[in-house]
């Protein structure tokens, strides 16, 4: 029995990492029958993954992505994934964000604390985290009429389908249920948008193009849902995993809450040790040898960030956080054509969240007697996030 054979999807849910060791001493690129997926572990293979389209593309078959939410940009290669990434491109750019987003952001995280400050504790993934990103991205997007409970729920329907590797009918019906319904929405916010653009991102899909092509209206739509999904998932779960992070090394909290400037590395080692996204998924296009692998043509790849982030031959005792590490690059929001269209809003919307939190919540600190549970491999984030602080 291989090492990849033996993996279950439990232990990939549960704690990942261990797994992710064994792979890369024993089986770097392995054939795992539990998620029908090779996958590719250490930082070098993975890089080569994300930066060889041409051998390992993104436009697989099938494609949990656009089974999901309808052909996107982050599912396809060529001509029409250029275009599209040339038109989304720019209101995501960090002047744009920070110029759309100024103001409201302080604004909604001082809003958000206001209603639970005065107990001394709370759950943070459910009353700030979630609340936090959801709202935030709604704006931006130009959807404020539309309940942003309905955009989580919708986004906590797809999340199924896009981690349904395995390929399992129940649940795939409630994916699918819940990208009908987010695109029913969509579509009533681009027929207002249509004869009255506004500053929005959807807006500027719907009036703006490259070298004189637009986007299709079921382009706009799929290419909405990856945003809405990455733009919920990725910050809400890393606004509760930097807090955890911080919250169980309680000297490098202390240390962030007296001088700032550490917010910003705070970040970046919490996307190395633990990031959101576990994977970047591609096939091959042609037979093709990796780390003395041969795979065949049209192998499903899982090019595994999560672990690259924690290769040894990349990062020195990579399983410690350590704010004060200055190792280069990590691969959190992958590499290449399909880089994390969304890094720089989730970056900025947990900085910020992060800054504010500590001013409001004086010796905020996790609850003893309600541990972190972390669970997820292709999407990790904590069940919840229980924290105390002096009322």
Same mark, same amino acid.
């Given at each position: 029995?291989?090492?990849?054979?033996?993996?279950?999807?439990?232990?990939?849910?549960?704690?990942?990492?261990?797994?992710?060791?064994?792979?890369?001493?024993?089986?770097?690129?392995?054939?795992?029958?539990?998620?029908?997926?090779?996958?590719?572990?250490?930082?070098?293979?993975?890089?080569?993954?994300?930066?060889?389209?041409?051998?390992?593309?993104?436009? +697989?078959?099938?494609? +949990?992505?656009?089974?999901?939410?309808?052909?996107?940009?982050?599912?396809?290669?060529?001509?029409?994934?250029?275009?599209?990434?040339?038109?989304?491109?720019?209101?995501?750019?960090?002047?744009?964000?920070?110029?759309?987003?100024?103001?409201?952001?302080?604004?909604?995280?001082?809003?958000?604390?206001?209603r639970f400050v005065e107990r001394g504790e709370a759950d943070l993934f459910t009353e700030f985290c979630d609340p936090m990103s959801v709202r935030s991205l709604r704006s931006m997007l130009g959807m404020d009429e539309i309940a942003w409970e309905d955009l989580l729920a919708w986004n906590q329907g797809m999340m199924q389908g896009l981690a349904n590797f395995e390929g399992d009918p129940a649940k795939q019906a409630p994916a699918d249920r819940a990208?009908?319904?987010?695109?029913?929405?969509?579509?009533?916010?681009?027929?207002?948008?249509?004869?009255?653009?506004?500053?929005?991102?959807?807006?500027?899909?719907?009036?703006?193009?490259?070298?004189?092509?637009?986007?299709?209206?079921?382009?706009?739509?799929?290419?909405?849902?990856?945003?809405?999904?990455?733009?919920?998932?990725?910050?809400?779960d890393l606004i509760a995993l930097v807090v955890w992070?911080?919250?169980?090394?309680?000297?490098?909290?202390?240390?962030?809450?007296?001088?700032?400037?550490?917010?910003?590395?705070?970040?970046?080692?919490?996307?190395?040790?633990?990031?959101?996204?576990?994977?970047? +998924?591609?096939?091959?296009?042609?037979?093709?040898?990796?780390?003395?692998?041969?795979?065949?043509?049209?192998?499903?790849?899982g090019a595994v960030l999560a672990s690259a982030n924690r290769d040894p031959r990349r990062f020195a005792d990579p399983d410690r956080f350590d704010i004060d590490r200055r190792q280069g690059a990590h691969l959190a929001f992958a590499v290449g054509s399909h880089f994390c269209l969304g890094a720089w809003f989730g970056r900025h919307l947990t900085r910020v969240s992060l800054d504010i939190l500590l001013d409001r919540l004086p010796n905020l600190r996790l609850d003893p007697e309600r541990p972190v549970v972390l669970r997820g491999w292709e999407f990790r984030a904590p069940l919840s996030t229980c924290v105390r602080w002096d009322p």
């Open positions: 029995m291989t090492v990849g054979d033996s993996v279950t999807l439990d232990q990939l849910e549960d704690d990942p990492f261990p797994v992710y060791e064994r792979l890369r001493d024993a089986e770097p690129v392995s054939w795992v029958p539990a998620v029908q997926l090779w996958l590719v572990t250490r930082y070098e293979d993975v890089r080569k993954v994300d930066l060889s389209p041409e051998v390992f593309t993104a436009a +697989t078959t099938p494609s +949990t992505l656009n089974r999901t939410m309808g052909v996107n940009m982050l599912g396809s290669e060529g001509p029409d994934q250029e275009r599209i990434r040339q038109i989304t491109e720019e209101p995501f750019r960090p002047d744009a964000v920070e110029d759309r987003m100024r103001g409201s952001i302080p604004e909604l995280a001082h809003d958000l604390i206001d990208s009908a319904e987010l695109g029913d929405a969509i579509e009533r916010v681009l027929a207002r948008l249509g004869p009255r653009p506004d500053g929005s991102v959807l807006s500027w899909m719907l009036h703006h193009g490259s070298d004189g092509e637009r986007m299709t209206r079921a382009e706009i739509v799929a290419n909405t849902k990856l945003m809405l999904s990455g733009g919920l998932q990725e910050p809400r992070a911080l919250g169980a090394h309680p000297g490098q909290l202390e240390r962030v809450r007296s001088d700032r400037s550490l917010v910003r590395p705070a970040v970046e080692e919490t996307l190395r040790w633990t990031g959101p996204v576990g994977t970047s +998924t591609r096939q091959t296009t042609r037979r093709t040898m990796l780390s003395d692998v041969e795979l065949p043509e049209g192998a499903l790849i």
